[in-house]
């Protein structure tokens, strides 16, 4: 699969069609990262295997404008396992990235592991090998396994009482250092100025103490409702081990339950909470 | 002194924010009032141009800055001023119920309802029921609130 990708790489960089193939690399320390690479002579450099966690789609929106002032947008190749395709699906409904501009290898995706080699959690929970977007497709798809995602997690949460949920968040948005880490690294969290990072927001302050760490979690899942593709970029990346999944799964199966099995990426249709009403949805009770 | 439960505190008094849509429920919270109907003093009224525009941030920053409970009218649905404006806020306000109740917050400390122009008995009716559900669950005491 790998020589398809470096072939294809070259194809691309050598033609000219795209300035820059996005893919995974070994860094020096040994531990795989994103890749960069503008040059044909380059594209040894790329890999891909089961370490290849990152979802590069967060680069497009930072890559969707030109260089100088009256220059086109750059054209960009990017590798995208099934879960990265549905977040560039997300970013492709809302414009933030042209379609004609992202050349989109597909990989089959057999599923990324853990440092010890185990499967990773979500990667349990998926039942797509294969991106639902692509415009070349690289590798053998494996065989789906048969998995339905119960949303246990979310459920265990549920079911305790009141106020254990509250103490239980309260302690762990509590660890946060609000580096942003998170925000950074998901594809679909994109503005340009963060309302939680002014300091002269109307609602939430930058101050790094409970209230305004709980309030920034809370505005950053909601944000993503309907357009959190459940990548896990957000949770990989943060530095103090907060379960993010655990709070974008919830919003997640909501919006699922309510909004008729709506799920981000998997349609050309934008997330429900900015739609008008189609009749199918089963909304609470309003009051 | 009288048995109480933990929740309940002596001579509590909720404070309510209420966000009002400027077409139809601030229409009808004046008319409640030009017709003297009874009303509840612990609503604060915030006037918005349509329910679509009471965002989320809106929402925890009443709660955080020391709101009991909050309520949020607007037009009903197929009347809104805007056309669409309350088919996102029919959407985003249950799925705001559900998110803090799974943070630990009681998810009726926050209510949507629609109250027309005319309805002058439903709008007192709704901001009473409010206030009692409200004073039954308590002072919404979030240690979340230190500071602000
Ligand atoms: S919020 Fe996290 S899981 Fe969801 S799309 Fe962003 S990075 Fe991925
Ligand atoms: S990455 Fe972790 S510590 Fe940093 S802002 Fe996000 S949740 Fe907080
Ligand atoms: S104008 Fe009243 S809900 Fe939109």
Known sequence: ?287 | MSERTSNQVDGFEPKIVAFLCNWCSYAGADAAGISRLELPPNILPVRVMCSGRVSIEMVLKALMAGADGVLVLGCHIGDCHYGSGNHRTVKRIPLLRRLMTYMGIEPDRLRLDWVSGAEAGRFAKITTEFVEAVRALGPLSLPLREGL
């Open chain 1, 1 to 287: 699969m790998i020589e398809d990708i470096r072939a294809l790489a070259r194809e691309l960089l050598e033609k000219g069609t795209v300035e820059c193939v996005i893919g995974y690399e070994v860094g020096p320390t040994g531990r795989v990262r994103p890749a960069f690479v503008y040059e044909p002579a380059d594209v040894e450099r790329l890999i891909f295997d089961a370490r290849c966690y990152h979802n590069l789609v967060t680069y497009l929106t930072r890559r969707n404008k030109p260089r100088k002032k009256g220059e086109e947008v750059p054209t960009t190749a990017v590798l995208v396992k099934p879960c990265d395709a549905r977040s560039l699906q997300v970013l492709l409904n809302e414009n933030q990235v042209q379609r004609d501009k992202v050349y989109i290898i597909g990989v089959a995706c057999p599923g990324m592991q853990n440092a010890d080699g185990t499967p990773e959690l979500r990667c349990t929970r998926c039942d797509q090998r294969v991106p639902l977007i692509y415009d070349v497709l690289c590798g053998e798809p494996p065989e789906v396994p048969a998995v339905t995602d119960t949303y246990d997690d979310v459920e265990r949460i549920e079911a305790l009482p009141l106020e254990e949920r509250l103490a239980y968040w309260l302690g762990e948005l509590d660890r946060c250092i609000r580096c942003y880490a998170c925000r950074q690294a998901c594809p679909t969290c994109f503005c340009s100025v963060c309302e939680a990072e002014r300091d002269d927001s109307l609602w939430v302050g930058i101050a790094d103490r409970i209230p305004e760490k709980a309030f920034f979690h809370i505005i950053r899942a909601f944000h993503q409702a309907g357009r959190c593709a459940e990548c896990n970029a957000c949770e990989a990346v943060c530095p103090m081990g907060i379960p993010l999944s655990l709070i974008n799964r919830k919003v997640a199966k909501d919006v699922a339950q309510m909004m008729a099995g709506y799920r981000a990426g998997e349609s050309e249709e934008p997330t429900p909470l900015v739609t008008m009403l189609t009749g199918e949805e089963a909304i609470d009770e309003i009051h």
